[in-house]
């Protein structure tokens, strides 16, 4: 097994060519994608939306998992290549069914985007009395692709999960998950998500290397999308994220949409990436490893790509979700 030493090593900028400020197409500019499965959770709102459309641009198939078919189907009407499949993370029932039916369809699947998900929700359960946050962005998430390795090719699929500089408020609560014996924190159950969405690809990538899979993990950078329906107007200028005429602070260096899409972008097609699976990046490249707590700053803290916690968070997620990668569901 890889050691921590190891994993902190490989978090260095490479540097990959890019800036903060390319968009997810300029990634993709000369790349020609035709014939190319990429699956991605989100793919019709927000930054998900724009991964799609760089991708469909490229002449890539793009596919779906929609909680609502239908507008998904309008969202990305205009965009050529592109499947909707229902599927919904916070329902394991449904994922486990979208995972019957590509694994039933044998489509081999080049790459696969982890985008979906809630942040700064009420609190709320789902499953067998899951957190919503973790269940949503985490397990959901693992259950689908887990449940998909099958279709990964040998010769270089590569996953990509959305994480987040969120993930500095929290590594894995392991004595409560769940939020059952403590007070409720819709920050500290987002955090944890999003280091559980890191671990998660890294684990992956431990486990993947001898069959032929790359992943990563990747902070988009400070975007406003409908990833914010959660937080009044009132709380983002308590937070700090807009000023009191509701305009975005300046300070926070907020990325657009297209801007924010592109490091998973990256990460899933850069040649240069592909002797670093496993690692987490922003801003196009490989990110530093976090000294201090400045989310805007960002880096990757040690627990987010801890050997240790990503091999139990991987035996959890199987236990809990019944689903075992590289093996038949149950």
Known sequence: ????????????????????????????????LKGKQVLITGGYSGIGYEMSR??????????IPARRPSLAVQNTKDLPGIRIVPGDLADLRTVLTLVEKLSAERTVLDIVIGSAGIMAAPESRIGDGWESHFAIN???????IGGLTSLLNESGSRVVMLSSAGHFASGIRW?????????????LAYGQSKTANALFAAELAERGKDKGVLAYSV????IMTPLQRHLSIEDQIALGWVNQDGAPNPALQLKTPAQGAATAVWAATSERLADFSGVYAQDNDVARLST???????????????PEDSARLWDYSVDITGVRPWSEIN
């Open 54 to 63: 760089a991708f469909s641009s490229a002449g890539a198939n793009v596919i």
């Open 219 to 222: 902070h988009p950078g400070n």
């Open 138 to 144: 985490h397990l959901g998430h693992f259950a689908l």
């Open 292 to 306: 201090d707590d400045n989310m805007v700053i960002g880096g990757v803290k040690s627990w987010a790509i801890d």
């Open 1 to 32: 097994m890889t050691t921590l030493e190891q994993r902190l090593d490989r978090q260095h900028p490479i540097p990959s060519g890019f800036t903060r400020e390319n968009q997810a197409a300029e990634i993709l500019a000369g790349m020609d």
């Open 175 to 187: 004595p409560d998950i769940h939020f059952t014996t403590e007070p409720y924190d819709p920050w």
